[in-house]
């Protein structure tokens, strides 16, 4: 069985093909520009190969309800040309397959909960804490869409006492992610993340942060387990400061599992977008299939 | 058919047999002693019909964990007699019928979203704001319970910038319900709410802290609709202020419905608990008889 997978970014897409266990066999980055320079060079490659099934996890925000006229459409992005494109029209009229819609994010936590590090839960939280900040919760197997997908990057934060960054969402200022992405640890200190890995007051702020915003999501979701990636992540001494402050921020109100088992790392680091899509397309081309 | 439900209260047990289907036909209040003078006066009032399921919504923490060994108990309440009781296991010693468990606000949530102001949508939020505050979030029919049950009421909020209030939380000072609970208002401003009606100042403060809280519960769940009920939100004054911050405070990022459908009171007023028991009971006893 051969799949076809696409991760969208901001500055490339990744196309891969595999099999249905996530298995990536092949694949090509190529530069985001606009629909009609990418999205011919993302079917030339497809075109190679014989696939049952194509799965996406597109940049957002996009539509993902079933029922709406614009499902499979990327929305209202700050990517202009990308504004209102039809993504799933798009493949299906080159390939005639099932295709799997979801987020990017969405797609890398369910690989971390399939085949990653929450492999054997029942519930998880993934948070990319990048150049912007996203979550995805999957529970039994699947993801949480409701009315839309989530956008968890944009919480609410109580400020750090001793920060008076002024925050760089254009949206809400100083919401997590105007506070605490990338671009955010960027722009208060003057250098990127892995510039400042010996300044203890950056991770501390950072930490707190993040502490914070996991405490919100564990009370509103409850998962088993939380899954953190993204560039910020990979700064491994944050791990432990994140524990820390989760645990004097809960007070011992509920019961978590042993923090150690309960926050962890990625597992399968750059690739989880990309085997995300291979799964969920051999998800859909399963449900696709079914003989009721 | 007749089924039985079942509500704790901190002052008051409510107990009723109904049809499955929702309707109430008799119920009786008991007082909430201890579990040795509660019980029995539940089992007493039960025996008296031939019902075929029985569903308790329960103040918690309790155990929803269907894995565990303490599934079915009311566990670290401050309720001091009734810690660690087995309220499933005291039942099923009484009465050999399937029991459906959850808690008081799953219940009611569970009942809003299938006959209530939720009735119709696939996914709801219903936030219950009096003497204390907690959420529960149902989609397609299924009430969220990962590792277990939801404690939105301990949100971590940011202040009013005209709060000097402590916030009465005995685990984390000023959460959401040390700040906006019923409890709260009144040692804020040292008399109970609904003698507080003609005070702008209070619910606007108040307004603040839930239309916040609604935020970041939107960004987190993406519900499709959003019930307010419990003693604080039957001022109805307040529902306008809470859209219009809510609004304010999502600056236009995602889109959600409109503010008047979105956030709206309870449909079903104080029966919504027992109806929910009613409504739960009814499904564990479908799915126990299912035949595979």
């Not at 892995?194 to 501390?204: A, G, R």
């Given at each position: 069985?051969?799949?076809?997978?696409?991760?969208?970014?901001?500055?490339?897409?990744?196309?891969?093909?595999?099999?249905?266990?996530?298995?990536?066999?092949?694949?090509?980055?190529?530069?985001?520009?606009?629909?009609?320079?990418?999205?011919?060079?993302?079917?030339?490659?497809?075109?190679?190969?014989?696939?049952?099934?194509?799965?996406?996890?597109?940049?957002?925000?996009?539509?993902?309800?079933?029922?709406?006229?614009?499902?499979?459409?990327?929305?209202?992005?700050p990517?202009?040309?990308?504004?209102?494109?039809?993504?799933?029209?798009?493949?299906?009229?080159?390939?005639?397959?099932?295709?799997?819609?979801?987020?990017?994010?969405?797609?890398?936590?369910?690989?971390?909960?399939?085949?990653?590090?929450?492999?054997?839960?029942?519930?998880?939280?993934?948070?990319?804490i990048g150049t912007g900040i996203?979550?995805?919760?999957?529970?039994?197997?699947?993801?949480?869409?409701?009315?839309?997908?989530?956008?968890?990057g944009h919480?609410l934060v109580?400020r750090?006492?001793?920060d008076d960054f002024e925050g760089l969402c254009p949206n809400h200022n100083d919401c997590l992610e105007g506070m605490a992405s990338g671009l955010a640890v960027e722009k208060r200190w003057g250098?990127k993340g892995?510039?400042?890995?010996?300044?203890?007051?950056?991770?501390?702020i950072e930490?707190?942060y993040?502490?914070?915003?996991?405490?919100?999501?564990?009370?509103?979701?409850?998962?088993?387990?939380?899954?953190?990636?993204?560039?910020i992540?990979?700064?491994?001494?944050?791990?432990?400061?994140?524990?820390?402050?989760?645990?004097?921020?809960?007070?011992?109100?509920?019961?978590?599992?042993?923090?150690?088992?309960?926050?962890?790392?990625?597992?399968?680091?750059?690739?989880?977008?990309?085997?995300?899509?291979?799964?969920?397309?051999?998800?859909?081309?399963?449900?696709?299939?079914?003989?009721?």
């Open positions: 069985m051969l799949i076809g997978s696409i991760e969208t970014g901001g500055t490339k897409f990744v196309v891969a093909v595999g099999s249905g266990n996530g298995e990536v066999k092949q694949k090509l980055t190529i530069p985001t520009t606009t629909p009609e320079e990418t999205m011919p060079l993302v079917h030339q490659f497809f075109r190679q190969f014989n696939l049952e099934a194509i799965g996406v996890g597109s940049f957002g925000p996009i539509d993902v309800n079933q029922q709406s006229p614009l499902y499979g459409y990327i929305t209202s992005t990517k202009l040309p990308w504004q209102n494109f039809n993504f799933v029209g798009a493949l299906k009229e080159k390939h005639e397959v099932p295709i799997a819609w979801t987020t990017d994010v969405n797609a890398a936590g369910f690989a971390e909960y399939k085949l990653g590090n929450a492999k054997g839960t029942e519930s998880c939280l993934y948070l990319t996203g979550g995805s919760f999957i529970q039994n197997g699947e993801i949480l869409n409701a009315y839309s997908h989530p956008e968890m919480l109580r750090h006492l001793d250098k892995f510039k400042l890995i010996d300044n203890e007051k950056v991770w501390e930490a707190f993040i502490a914070q915003a996991l405490i919100n999501y564990t009370l509103t979701l409850r998962p088993e387990r939380i899954v953190l990636g993204g560039g992540m990979k700064q491994k001494q944050i791990f432990s400061l994140v524990r820390g402050q989760f645990k004097e921020l809960l007070g011992n109100y509920i019961e978590v599992p042993n923090l150690e088992q309960y926050i962890q790392p990625v597992g399968l680091h750059n690739e989880a977008g990309i085997i995300g899509g291979l799964l969920l397309a051999e998800r859909e081309l399963m449900k696709s299939t079914v003989i009721y």
